[in-house]
């Protein structure tokens, strides 16, 4: 709530509407976003557990993000879960191209056109995506707004669910889900 103060957001968190994610993968897909469901027993699983938040950063000069220190059983399922539903992607859409992102690397450049998504394989960046600003920020600008704004130290996973998402990475619908 401190960020909303210090900086115009708009939310993309709101436990009734909008619950806090990591997204593990993004694409826009040809299948019925409910027929995707069955594709999670193809996922690897692991029992509940808290992954420590790093700090916050900013994407593409609009996107407020918790940054998440990545781990192995992390990596592992962003993998499972791209493996599962890579596939069934519409080739021709980038949900982030049309979110008219600047300032891509190379890499994440590459995996859009791939996988319809820039944070996959070695670009994964686990992150809980907090926000969108209402206006691009500077990193020196955020940084001076972040620094009276301090992250949660850990959070905990508890299910993997499939979601249509809004435009600004929202949670709009849920339409599968699954507990660890």
Same mark, same amino acid.
């Given at each position: ?101 600047? $300032? ?11 996988? $319809?998504?820039?944070?996959? $394989? ?11 600003? /209402? ?39 849920? /339409? ?5």
């Amino acid at each position: 709530m401190e960020l909303g103060r210090r900086l115009p957001l708009r939310f993309t968190l709101g436990f009734e509407r909008y619950p806090p994610h990591i997204t593990l993968y993004q694409a826009s897909f040809r299948l019925d976003p409910g027929s995707l469901g069955s594709h999670l027993q193809k996922i690897e699983w692991w029992p509940a557990y808290s992954v420590a938040v790093s700090g916050l950063e900013i994407f593409a000069e609009s996107f407020i993000f918790a940054d998440l220190q990545s781990s192995p059983e992390l990596m592992a399922m962003h993998q499972s879960v791209v493996c599962a539903l890579a596939p069934h992607r519409a080739q021709d859409e980038a949900p982030a191209a049309r979110q008219s992102l600047t $300032g891509l690397s190379i890499r994440e450049t590459e995996n859009i056109k791939q996988f $319809g998504y820039p944070f996959c $394989g070695d670009a994964f960046w686990p992150h809980i995506t907090l926000g969108r600003t /209402v206006s691009r920020v500077g990193r020196g600008e955020l940084d001076a707004i972040l620094a009276g704004c301090p992250p949660p130290r850990e959070t905990t996973f508890q299910r993997l669910m499939l979601y249509v998402g809004g435009p600004d990475g929202q949670c709009d619908r849920i /339409v599968a889900k699954r507990e660890f």
